[in-house]
């Protein structure tokens, strides 16, 4: 288990819908071999969308109880997240300061980058083949991170935040990828577990929860976009 038990909440939101998810919905089901994504992953911006998600989200966290609401923020490092975190603040009497941590990027896909999957197929057949031999959980592309080296650095992350924050409401902007993972780590999952929950997308701005009950975190909500109605829901 992650060494997250001293929080009193744990609230966890993927980014609004970005411009990359976009290209990415764009491009599914055709014979495209690339995104066609121009940023870096790190400067990928918010949609139009998703900044009205990420309004939503301020107004959520405005009408929490004011003993639930974050009394800090830690975010990734990419635009995205950042981005979704401060306009969500925005909208919220809450006054804390967002901090920004390289160890909630998203995943590396290392050659991979920008690639569909036929274009991983077509391009890099032995990597293709790789993958479908080891698995997703340790599947590292060249230049990349597997999963497992998600959880790597996410438990290093939740380790000081423990230290950090003993006591504290946490709020992470961050990516989907690190919500599954994050689930992986603090309920104790298998890899068989978590690969079937990740076959559910984690919805654009939905939030995740985990709150202190008798000595450890326990699961409150999970990919929750009740508070989106109006704003819009993608998940790509």
């Not at 993927?14 to 992953?41: C, F, K, M, P, W």
């Not at 939740?158 to 709020?171: Q, T």
């Not at 989907?176 to 997308?201: G, N």
Request: net charge negative.
């Amino acid at each position: 288990m992650a060494r997250v038990n001293a929080l009193q909440w744990l609230t966890l939101v993927r980014h609004g819908e970005s411009t990359g998810n976009l290209a990415y919905q764009a491009v599914q089901g055709t014979d495209a071999e690339e995104t066609g994504i121009a940023e870096r992953d790190a400067d990928i911006p918010l949609s139009d969308t998703g900044r009205e998600q990420a309004a939503a989200l301020g107004r959520w966290l405005a009408g929490l109880p004011e003993d639930e609401r974050p009394t800090r923020v830690v975010t990734s490092p990419y635009v995205r997240a950042v981005d979704t975190a401060r306009i969500a603040l925005a909208q919220a009497p809450i006054d804390v300061e967002i901090r920004v941590d390289e160890r909630l990027r998203d995943r590396d896909q290392g050659v991979l980058e920008g690639l569909t999957p036929l274009g991983v197929r077509r391009r890099h057949p032995e990597e293709a083949e790789r993958l479908r031999r080891i698995g997703k959980f340790y599947y590292r592309p060249p230049g990349g991170e597997s999963w497992t080296d998600l959880a790597l650095r996410l438990r290093s992350l939740y380790r000081d935040l423990e230290y950090e924050a003993a006591g504290e409401r946490v709020l992470v902007a961050a990516h989907d990828a690190i919500v599954v993972m994050t689930r992986y780590l603090v309920e104790d999952l298998s890899e068989r577990e978590v690969l079937e929950i990740e076959k559910t997308p984690i919805a654009n701005c939905s939030v995740t929860r985990w709150r202190q009950d008798e000595g450890r975190l326990r699961a409150v909500s999970y990919n929750d976009c009740a508070h989106l109605t109006g704003a819009g829901v993608a998940t790509a």
